[in-house]
């Protein structure tokens, strides 16, 4: 279900439990209370889905952009991408970084050439890495296209991103629970309840 699906069916069941005229204002609330954690754990899940979503996609466009796609999984190879990305971790100023890069390509070391581009995208806050990204994927069609789709994902630890998530699935509490605790509510006991181990 969406968050709109859920929030419905959580008013219908408040309604529903509204309408019993044999039940106590106490039932009531404490059924209310556990209809009301039933929906707010599932968009609280939800929510979460939605993250993890990201950050597979994330995953997959990076491994896309700066794995080893194309390269041939022998030892030799594994061998020359780990020297690779130790040598592009020395790499501490774009300037430095940006020699690096011109000359990979131009030796056509395309491994040495994603570790740098690897290294760039850590630090792309910062407008020279960001600049240094932008210019290995010029005139690079495919790798532009995957770049951009990496820029177009939200950042999930973004304070904004976040709180608009919490909003978007977020659920009104219902009247009957007034400023009680809903979790207290729900573990109150009812008629037909299991009892619990003492």
């Known amino acids: 279900m969406n968050p709109s ?4 069916n959580l008013d219908r069941k408040v309604q529903h439990i ?3 005229n044999n039940l106590t204002a106490r039932a009531k609330q404490t059924m209310i209370a556990r209809v009301y ?4 754990g599932a968009l ?7 993250v993890q979503q990201i950050g597979r996609q994330r995953e997959q466009l990076d491994r896309k952009l700066f794995g080893t796609n194309g390269f041939s999984p022998d030892a030799n190879a594994v061998i020359a991408r780990r020297d690779a990305n130790d040598r592009a971790a020395k790499l501490d100023t774009p300037a430095a970084a940006e020699h690096a890069l011109r000359r990979a390509e131009r030796e056509g070391d395309r491994i040495m050439a994603k570790a740098i581009a690897a290294k760039a995208a850590d630090y792309s806050g910062d ?18 296209a995957t770049l951009q789709a990496m820029v177009d994902l939200p950042d999930t630890n973004d304070g904004v991103w976040r709180m608009t998530k ?4 977020s659920v009104a509490t219902p009247s009957e629970l007034g400023s009680h605790m809903p979790e207290s509510l729900a573990a109150l006991p ?3 309840d299991a009892p619990t181990a003492a």
Do not use: M
């Open 190 to 192: 009812l008629d037909g």
């Open 166 to 169: 919490a909003i978007e699935y």
């Open 5 to 8: 699906e859920i929030r419905e």
């Open 37 to 40: 954690l039933e929906a707010r």
């Open 127 to 144: 407008p020279n890495w960001a600049q240094l990204l932008n210019q290995y994927v010029d005139g690079k069609p495919e790798e532009t």
């Open 18 to 20: 509204r309408s019993q």
């Open 44 to 50: 609280d899940q939800l929510r979460e889905q939605e």
